[in-house]
């Protein structure tokens, strides 16, 4: 403990200390000390500010920036973001899994509520499946961190994640792009935009994403880890007057990717249950379909009112439709497999009035979500020569209010308030039976048949409502520093557990509780201090009460499944990010963090008691590593009459745990990968050609599992892991 608390100290201290160096830095090399730096413009408010003016830990990330070290796809945020967690889903190829700050969401079940808000262009897209985008034709990507609860409402309480688009100019544009590389990788996309006429504009962007797996599936002989996805997205942009500005949009995503069962950990009793020598390899003997559709519609109008306000409409609809199989057990045999699918569709709207005055600037706004989540799956449990069946659907409304002013007291001093009141009506439909025999049952398509023994099955409805404050103060200590304090509260709905097993534990048909988190941040953010340096710094504190927890457990007649509200638990620690211009050809970016997160209370059903025990001093946070950081150097230079971009980094990851319940068969140990891109844009600008290397020490670690031991699953304790070293070579023109 002494060690961290030194470590975070030492942190702040350097973070402090971060202008005085940079300025000794200026005196050496004072051609850069001179060069003003691009000034970093977010919308975490909703409004468009300087990143120094945010009072909210937020890192911004441009397309070029993501272009140049290679990022593949969203996950990339989890290097280049402190403090976060972004990747794949166990089981999945583009189900997102993220944490900011020790909290988000493990479980994709439909129905149950991420922690991490994920936005494209200021649409909330409400489930994980599919989730995991591809980084094409964006502006940037924000990655905000702390509770979000006052702009971006509901289920942000660890934060949210922002892809930007920029809107088309007046001129015709045009990028293509083909990237190649191991396993056979071939990517190419496309993306225009041309006006028809002074006031009307339309584009679109196409992408393909193909790569063999990294392993093989021994029983099926199918690629394992392979990539498969098609993406593709259309606007129209209409702009009749300097006043008035609408935008249509429709994307689209399909991953037909091959079923990810993970290796097996534990060598069980049955043939082909030995690991296996190679990580990414499988012996699953599950099939069926595996598929992954998102599409989503969206309007959005501004008007203009006057210099002082604006008012802007959201209005979006978007749906979502899977069939997966995940093979538990990864052996040939039915011991424990689970065909699945899953559906959604939601309808939202929102209405914005922004305000910018000479001192008082903000936004209030009305949101409505009317959302549907359904599935169903399988745990076909051959040893037992049963199958659950497990089904349900989830309807939500939600409503809120919510307003977020700031007012420049003085020239340096500023405060902001804001505030968000959230009401949301869930209904939910749960059924669960066990079936006779080893396969799939009318839930999943299987044949028509009569339960052996009921489970579950109810419908009932809950409403939940919160008012969620927000209150900052920052101060410009010069032109280029300013210090914050702020306090944001969030809140994540209550609602129903689509697995619960009204048998194991009869409180399931009640649902669970709201869950909210109370955060304490100070920060210290600095532009263009000596014209080389740009940084953010945060220290925060969080008290996270009601703390929604999913279990899966094994027992003698199945798998119990628990949503529970396990009672408090604290989190608190400090991040820096940010970029140091060396030289005119050198600079350096960086990010650490630094976090601690413990349970003060874990309340767990115990099925032989009957009653709900304190178990805090067994359990621990998951994805939840104590430190993270990343370092790249980018070095440019002319050569060949063009420019050179050379960027080798590193990023590191702290040992964490996959679960609350510490396991060190699946926990990871903490890894380090070492990335290298060298980027060659030709002089005219239209051509450019990237190299990208990732993981070139070709490190080996977990990203998820499952961990179902005994002899009824034959020790099914299985692990996913990360890409291991792969090369990719990228030919663009732009025009």
Known sequence: MKRTILGAAALLVSASALPFAATAVAQEASASAEQVRDVVTVTARRREESLKDVPVAVSALSSEQLDQIGAPDITALQALTPNATVQVARGSNSTLISFIRGVGQQDPLWGFEPGVGL??????????????????????????????????????????????????????????????????????????????????????????????????????????????????????????????????????????????????????????SAPLNDIYDTNAGLTGENSVSTEGLSLTAEWNFSDTLTFKSITAYREGDTDTIIDFDNTPSPVLDIPAYYADDQFTQEFQLAYEGERLQGVVGVYYLDASAEGAFDTVAGLLGITIGTGGVVDTESYALFGDFSYDVTDRLRVS??????EDEKTGDVFRANYLGAGRTPLTGGPAATPILLRTDYTSERSFDQFTPRISVSYDLNDQLTGYASYSQGFKSGGFDMRGDAI??????????????????????GENIGGI??????????????????????????????????????????????????????????????????????????????????????????????????LGLTYTSEIFGGDLAVTPSVSYRDSYSQFEFPNPLLDEDGYTLV???????????????????????????????????????????????????TFTATLTYRY
């Open 417 to 422: 308030v804001g505030a968000r009141y959230t």
């Open 533 to 630: 340096l740009n940084f953010s710094s945060a220290f925060f504190w969080s008290d996270y009460q009601d703390q929604q927890v999913t279990t899966q457990v094994p027992t003698a007649t199945g798998i119990a499944s628990f949503v529970d509200n396990v009672g408090q638990s604290t989190i608190y620690g400090a991040e820096i990010e940010g970029s140091l211009f060396l030289s005119d050809n050198l600079t350096a970016n960086f990010a650490l963090g630094w976090l601690q997160a413990e349970f003060d209370e874990f309340l767990r059903y115990d099925l032989v008691a009957q009653a709900y025990v304190d178990i805090s001093d067994q359990v621990v946070f998951q994805n939840a590593p104590e430190w993270s950081g990343y």
């Open 504 to 525: 194991l534990t009869p409180d399931t048909v009640n649902g669970y509780e709201p869950e909210t988190v109370d955060s304490f941040e100070i920060g210290l953010k």
């Open 119 to 272: 936005y494209v262009d200021d649409v909330y897209v409400a489930r994980p499946q599919g989730a995991v985008l591809d980084i094409f034709d964006i502006e940037r990507i924000e990655v905000l961190r702390g509770p979000q609860g006052t702009l971006y409402g509901r289920n942000t309480i660890g934060g949210a994640i922002k892809y930007v688009t920029a809107r088309m100019d007046g001129d015709p544009t045009l990028m293509a792009r083909v990237s190649g590389g191991s396993y056979n990788q071939l990517d190419y996309m496309v993306s225009a935009s041309t006006p028809l006429s002074d006031t009307f504009a339309v584009g679109g962007a196409y992408a393909r994403y193909t790569r063999d797996g990294y392993g093989e599936n021994l029983t099926t002989g199918q690629d394992h880890y392979n990539k498969d996805v098609t993406a593709y997205r259309l606007s129209a942009e209409w702009a009749p007057s300097d006043d008035l500005f609408f935008r249509l949009a429709y994307d689209r995503v399909e991953d037909e990717s091959n079923p990810r069962h993970g290796s097996r950990i534990l060598a069980g009793a049955l043939p082909g």
């Open 675 to 725: 990335d290298l891109s060298a980027v060659w844009s030709a002089p005219n600008e239209h051509w450019q050609i990237g190299l990208h290397g990732r993981n070139l020490t070709d490190e080996e670690y977990r990203i998820g599992g499952y961990n179902f031991p005994g002899a009824i699953f034959d020790d099914s304790v299985v692990a996913f892991y990360g890409p291991p070293r």
